[in-house]
């Protein structure tokens, strides 16, 4: 996107002139000069860091070099309010930093920390604290609630949970990253004594070119910051933030899933922590899913009123009829918060149900021997029951609670076809299958409003 380019279209969102645009810009960038001078102190922090210790590692040697450099050519370039759009380099720097110890199997964890700090940094004063760049601070008018909903999927006590939960996944992801770069000997696991280490160090993680956890704690780190970027009614004012933190949390899930299901299927063991940090994002992908649906109506009305919707993506937008506020909750005990915080999100008996059943069915095999067929089947059915389970906690997601039905057909079928010969198993697998079939049919208890959403919700 070039200056001129985000110039006049912020000019035409905030209906004045590019030359007072970028006036303003120039106001705004003297007020947070400060958090250019920081970057600029990382910067030279990052450069001059292997004089003071052995990286043993010429390559992250070179890499910290050239990000530093990058860092301060940006943050001085992107001071000036026509080249302030620069600054969006500034965080792909920081990416990369997060990125380039497991790139480079770093051999000490002091860069493995220093590098990890110095980016979330960067991000934090590029542009969590002064805002998108290059739109100077300005806040685009309308309502924080999405016209005919009950709530406002983007308020600030929503998103809190959703970054609790990647941050847990993020320091479990990375205490695992450290045990396959040799900075600890051994991974705790709460559950399956030497489970951890055996995941952890497995074949199938050391054919991935670089730490499969350390990617895991990158793609975390950078959820937990989207969860921070933009304001409390980003849907509208910044669509495209709200998308990409969908997009970072759905693939994280379908990734998660994959992998328990092949850590007994082909590694033979399960690793606890793993299990505890996909657990937390299953949790937050039914979270995350209503501020996406609330964009694509937003882009939708934006169409119907012949809004150019490149525009409307990337910069925001206003409600001209409908909408509210969110309401003051500043006097609400800690239940009212707690309900506020998790809107949209209900958990009926049927859908606890389906999440015992996949839960079963994931530890039948260890608890219940039977073939190598019924046990993959099982591995497999119970990850998927449960995915789709915690999915369909949504209210907007909840017909998704439909793909049940056929595996629990499924799990009746493989039952009869490979567990005649063992009675127990043959017995749970066909009570599995048909109970789950049954809960799978009713759809639950629906609070919220979805606008024409509300026609999805079945």
Same mark, same amino acid.
């Given at each position: 996107?070039?200056?001129?380019?985000?110039?006049?279209?912020?000019?035409?969102?905030? $209906?004045?002139?590019?030359?007072?645009?970028?006036?303003?810009?120039? *106001?705004?960038?003297?007020?947070?000069?400060?958090?250019?001078?920081?970057?600029?102190?990382?910067?030279?922090?990052?450069?001059?860091?292997?004089?003071?210790?052995?990286?043993?590692?010429?390559?992250?040697?070179?890499?910290?070099?050239?990000?530093?450099?990058?860092?301060?050519?940006?943050?001085?370039?992107?001071?000036?309010?026509?080249?302030?759009?620069?600054?969006?380099?500034?965080?792909?720097?920081?990416?990369?930093?997060?990125?380039?110890?497991?790139?480079?199997?770093?051999?000490?964890?002091?860069?493995?920390?220093?590098?990890?700090?110095?980016?979330?940094?960067?991000?934090?004063?590029?542009?969590?604290?002064?805002? =998108?760049?290059?739109?100077?601070?300005?806040?685009?008018?309308?309502?924080?609630?999405?016209?005919?909903?009950?709530?406002?999927?983007?308020?600030?006590?929503?998103?809190?949970? $959703?970054?609790?939960?990647?941050?847990?996944?993020?320091?479990?992801?990375?205490?695992?990253? /450290?045990?396959?770069?040799?900075?600890?000997?051994?991974?705790?696991?709460?559950?399956?004594?030497?489970?951890?280490?055996?995941?952890?160090?497995?074949?199938?993680?050391?054919?991935?070119?670089?730490?499969?956890? $350390?990617?895991?704690?990158?793609?975390?780190?950078?959820?937990?910051?989207?969860?921070? %970027?933009?304001?409390?009614?980003?849907?509208?004012?910044?669509?495209? &933030?709200?998308? %990409?933190?969908?997009?970072?949390?759905?693939? #994280?899930?379908?990734?998660?899933? &994959?992998?328990?299901?092949?850590?007994?299927?082909?590694?033979? /063991?399960?690793?606890?922590?793993?299990?505890?940090?996909?657990? *937390?994002?299953?949790?937050?992908?039914?979270?995350?899913?209503?501020?996406?649906? /609330? +964009?694509?109506?937003? #882009? =939708?009305?934006?169409?119907?009123?012949?809004?150019?919707?490149?525009?409307?993506?990337? %910069?925001?937008?206003?409600?001209?009829?409908?909408?509210?506020?969110?309401?003051?909750?500043?006097?609400?005990?800690?239940?009212?918060?707690?309900?506020?915080?998790?809107?949209?999100?209900?958990?009926?008996?049927?859908?606890?149900?389906?999440?015992?059943?996949?839960?079963?069915?994931?530890?039948?095999?260890? &608890?219940?021997?039977?073939?190598?067929?019924?046990?993959?089947?099982?591995?497999?059915?119970?990850? %998927?029951?449960?995915?789709?389970?915690?999915?369909?906690? *949504?209210?907007?997601?909840?017909? +998704?609670?439909?793909?049940?039905?056929?595996?629990?057909?499924?799990?009746?079928?493989?039952? #009869?076809?490979?567990?005649?010969?063992?009675?127990? +198993?043959?017995?749970?697998?066909?009570?599995?299958?048909?109970? #789950?079939?049954?809960?799978?049919?009713?759809? $639950?208890?629906? &609070?919220?409003?979805?606008?024409?959403?509300?026609?999805?919700?079945?």
């Amino acid at each position: 996107m070039s200056e001129k380019f985000q110039i006049k279209q912020m000019s035409d969102v905030t $209906g004045k002139s590019a030359t007072e645009f970028i006036i303003n810009i120039e *106001a705004y960038q003297y007020k947070i000069f400060w958090t250019y001078a920081a970057n600029c102190s990382l910067g030279a922090w990052l450069i001059l860091n292997h004089f003071l210790f052995d990286y043993k590692s010429q390559s992250l040697v070179l890499s910290d070099t050239i990000s530093g450099a990058l860092i301060i050519t940006f943050e001085i370039l992107a001071f000036s309010p026509r080249r302030a759009v620069l600054r969006w380099c500034t965080p792909l720097v920081a990416v990369w930093l997060l990125l380039a110890p497991f790139i480079f199997w770093s051999p000490t964890p002091a860069v493995f920390l220093l590098d990890t700090l110095i980016a979330v940094f960067v991000i934090t004063f590029s542009f969590l604290i002064p805002g =998108l760049p290059g739109k100077a601070g300005f806040v685009l008018p309308g309502p924080d609630r999405p016209p005919g909903w009950t709530y406002n999927p983007s308020s600030w006590i929503r998103r809190w949970f $959703g970054i609790a939960l990647a941050l847990l996944g993020f320091f479990i992801s990375r205490y695992l990253a /450290a045990h396959q770069l040799g900075y600890i000997d051994h991974a705790y696991d709460p559950f399956f004594g030497d489970g951890s280490d055996r995941v952890t160090g497995s074949a199938l993680s050391k054919s991935f070119p670089i730490s499969d956890a $350390g990617l895991g704690s990158v793609a975390y780190m950078l959820e937990t910051l989207a969860g921070f %970027m933009g304001d409390r009614a980003r849907w509208r004012t910044a669509p495209w &933030i709200a998308v %990409m933190s969908a997009m970072l949390v759905l693939p #994280l899930g379908a990734t998660s899933v &994959i992998l328990v299901i092949m850590q007994p299927v082909v590694v033979g /063991a399960w690793c606890g922590l793993c299990l505890i940090s996909a657990a *937390a994002l299953l949790t937050s992908v039914p979270l995350a899913v209503h501020e996406a649906i /609330a +964009v694509g109506q937003f #882009l =939708l009305e934006a169409r119907t009123q012949k809004k150019d919707l490149w525009q409307v993506f990337w %910069m925001g937008g206003s409600i001209v009829d409908g909408g509210n506020d969110d309401p003051d909750r500043t006097k609400y005990n800690l239940s009212q918060r707690w309900i506020a915080s998790i809107q949209g999100v209900t958990v009926p008996w049927t859908l606890v149900a389906q999440l015992v059943i996949g839960m079963w069915l994931m530890a039948r095999p260890d &608890i219940i021997a039977d073939t190598i067929e019924t046990a993959n089947c099982d591995h497999l059915a119970g990850a %998927m029951i449960v995915t789709i389970a915690a999915v369909a906690t *949504a209210e907007v997601t909840r017909i +998704v609670r439909y793909l049940n039905v056929p595996i629990g057909v499924i799990l009746v079928g493989v039952a #009869l076809a490979f567990s005649l010969h063992n009675p127990v +198993v043959l017995v749970s697998e066909i009570f599995c299958g048909i109970l #789950l079939v049954l809960v799978s049919l009713p759809r $639950g208890e629906i &609070i919220e409003s979805y606008a024409s959403w509300n026609k999805f919700v079945r």
